[in-house]
């Protein structure tokens, strides 16, 4: 059974930095594009930052230069390095994994985490 677990949610405030992580079970997802989602309160679910199974990244712009995607095939893991926190950040933040390349469309992954809250006060 495919599971993903995120990590690292919290509370911090503005200016601040969190490192969440989305750890993989039941399944290999080396040759897979991960990505991370976010759902902030009374919005949609947004596509945040995706990686595929090469290293290529891809941003939105708000959070370009802020936000690092990186993953470790060997421990089936990646992450999500968040610095110079906004308010705005504040969502549920999910990871998802399964299309062969980056995609923004929540369609085109096959497998989601169940969230980790990131708040960030002003």
């Known amino acids: 059974q495919v599971q993903l677990i995120e990590s690292g949610g919290g509370l911090v405030q503005a200016g601040g930095s969190l490192r969440l992580s989305c750890a993989a079970s039941?399944?290999?997802?080396?040759?897979?594009?991960m990505g991370w989602f976010r759902q902030a309160p009374g919005k949609e679910r947004e596509f945040v930052t995706g990686?595929?199974?090469?290293?290529?990244?891809y941003y939105i712009d708000s959070v370009k230069g802020r936000f690092t995607i990186s993953r470790d095939n060997a421990k089936n893991t990646m992450y999500l390095q968040m610095n110079n926190l906004k308010s705005e950040d504040t969502a549920v933040y999910y990871c998802?994994?399964?299309?062969?390349?980056?995609?923004?469309?929540?369609?085109?992954?096959?497998?989601w985490g169940q969230g980790t809250q990131v708040t960030v006060s002003s």
């Open positions: 039941g399944g290999d997802f080396s040759a897979s594009a």
């Open positions: 990686i595929g199974w090469t290293g290529t990244t």
């Open positions: 998802a994994a399964g299309p062969r390349s980056i995609a923004t469309l929540e369609s085109r992954y096959d497998y």
